[in-house]
């Protein structure tokens, strides 16, 4: 580090670019933390007593509403509208935990 040779500004279009790939990277974290934690839910749900159909019924419920959240929450660090047909995929949690646990 040299005090009389001060580092050069960064190019803006650098920037942008790292922003960008950091912004997927985060998109990616959070849509395998979110999938993880949605199926784990379905799988508690599928080994609560089959009496408890309340409860199955809750867990699939809640791990949808995490999916939803998590795909809406990944269009929104990416700059993008969260009213998007994307979020038709975060309601597959639910659907295929009432069909295994419920069904």
């Known amino acids: 580090m040299d005090p009389n040779a001060p580092r050069k500004a960064p190019d803006p279009q650098d920037l942008e670019r790292l922003q960008r790939v950091q912004r997927r990277v985060m998109s990616v974290l959070l849509v395998t933390t979110v999938l993880h934690l949605s199926v784990g839910l379905v799988i508690a749900a599928d080994h609560v007593n089959e009496d408890r159909l309340d409860a199955r019924i809750g867990l699939n419920v809640i791990a949808t509403a995490f ?14 509208s969260w009213k998007s047909p994307w979020l038709l995929i975060g309601l597959l949690p639910g659907i295929v935990g009432i069909w295994w646990t419920v069904l």
């Open 67 to 80: 999916m939803v959240g998590g795909i809406a929450a990944t269009l929104l660090i990416n700059h993008k």
